[in-house]
């Protein structure tokens, strides 16, 4: 299906069709994010969790577990798992960036402090290694263990590479694969193994989240310059961190000595200047960089959908694919 029918909010359709599991998740959600001792825990956790984000991974894993037909009560546990994860790397993420703003609200570290928002993720962190034993599957157990290791471990490469003109595509690539395609890529792939899937179709589901997932964070990085009031961003914020994403990867890659210079200034030095912002943006124009980077984003779309042709027909395999198109239907 094409942008006509992604432009429909294609994860609210799939929303509509998991309507019954969803109420559980969140049913379980809100039961082990509860503390008997330390009641901060479900006022920050409520605060992020509450604040109408599309649960977007959780989803991943209902449906991937659905299109290969499971039938047990685990799914649930599970895409619980991928929430609880998620939402404390971006209470941690929050804390890095000095974010102020998350969703379109302010942030939990703005709200309450550094200190509770790193507590509350290392809890969550914790609650979902918790969940994801309920299962009994050790090889679910591996798959959410090792991405877990691997969005930290792409959290700290990004800390070094961000910042560094040297930071190439496939560095960048890297950061991406850890920091968010990791957590797609294990959302659906559990889901299939949960349903004792065939391995071709296990593997197929992996690729769908990692493309999916690199091509989410790419058009992330990209609406930063291009700007979206669905985004909960400013425009310029990856600019004003200093982040060297994909769309200045590739400016700086055509730039010329004084070019060069205003990067290093702005980006590894980070003294930035009255106008700088629109001086970046106009360098990305310059050397056709934002577009270049839509079409990468594109690409990893089609990728996405493509890997998606293993699995047998469905309703809810046509709405998966939908979503790779809506994921860049803002930058077509």
Same mark, same amino acid.
């Given at each position: ?19 019954? *599991? ?14 008997e001792?330390?009641p ?6 409520? #605060? ?16 991937a577990?659905?299109a ?10 599970l ?7 998620? @939402?404390? @790397?971006?209470? #941690? ?7 102020? =703003? ?5 942030? $939990? ?19 979902a ?15 959410? &263990?090792?991405?877990s290791?691997?969005? $930290?471990?792409?959290e ?6 961000? =910042?560094?003109?040297?930071?190439? *595509? ?7 694969? !850890? ?11 559990? !889901?299939?193994?949960?349903a ?18 690199? &091509?989410? =964070?790419?058009v ?7 700007? &979206? ?28 000595? *004084?070019?060069? $210079? ?9 003294? =930035? ?13 310059? #050397? ?16 996405a959908?493509?890997a998606?042709?293993?699995?047998p027909? &469905?309703?809810?395999?046509?709405m998966l ?12």
């Open positions: 299906m094409g942008l006509e029918k992604a432009v429909v909010k294609p994860h609210e359709r799939l929303a509509t069709a998991l309507a019954a *599991e969803l109420i559980a998740v969140n049913a379980l959600i809100r039961k082990r994010m509860s503390s001792h330390a901060r825990i479900p006022e920050v956790t409520a #605060h992020l969790i509450e604040a109408g984000g599309k649960r977007l991974r959780p989803m991943l894993t209902l449906a577990a659905k290969c037909g499971y039938q047990g009560p685990y799914h649930i546990h895409a619980a798992t991928v929430e609880f994860i998620h @939402t404390a @790397t971006l209470l #941690h993420d929050d804390v890095v960036d000095e974010s102020a =703003q998350r969703r379109g609200r302010p942030t $939990a570290n703005l709200l309450w402090d550094n200190k509770s928002s790193i507590l509350v993720g290392d809890y969550l962190f914790a609650r290694f918790q969940l994801m034993t309920d299962a009994d599957n050790m090889r679910v157990l591996k798959i959410l &263990s090792n991405a290791a691997t969005i $930290a471990e792409g700290v490469l990004q800390l070094t590479a961000a =910042q560094n003109l040297k930071t190439d *595509e496939s560095i960048y690539l890297q950061v991406v694969r !850890g920091k968010t395609a990791a957590l797609f890529s294990a959302a659906t792939e559990v !889901g299939g193994v949960l004792d899937a065939d391995e071709t179709v296990i593997k197929a589901l992996f690729d769908y989240g990692d493309a999916l997932g690199i &091509s989410f =964070q790419i992330d990085d990209l609406l930063d310059y291009w700007g &979206s009031d669905q985004t909960g961003k400013n425009i310029g914020d990856d600019f004003r961190e200093r982040k060297l994403t994909l769309p200045v990867i590739k400016a700086v890659a055509k730039s010329d000595d *004084e070019e060069r $210079a205003f990067w290093e200034r702005t980006i590894e030095k980070g003294k =930035q200047e009255d106008g700088d912002l629109e001086h970046a943006i106009a360098l990305l124009n310059r #050397h056709n960089a934002l577009e270049e980077t839509r079409d990468v984003a594109i690409a990893w779309a089609e990728k959908k493509g998606l042709k293993v699995l027909e &469905s309703d809810i395999v046509e694919s939908d979503i790779a198109d809506y994921v860049v239907a803002r930058v077509r």
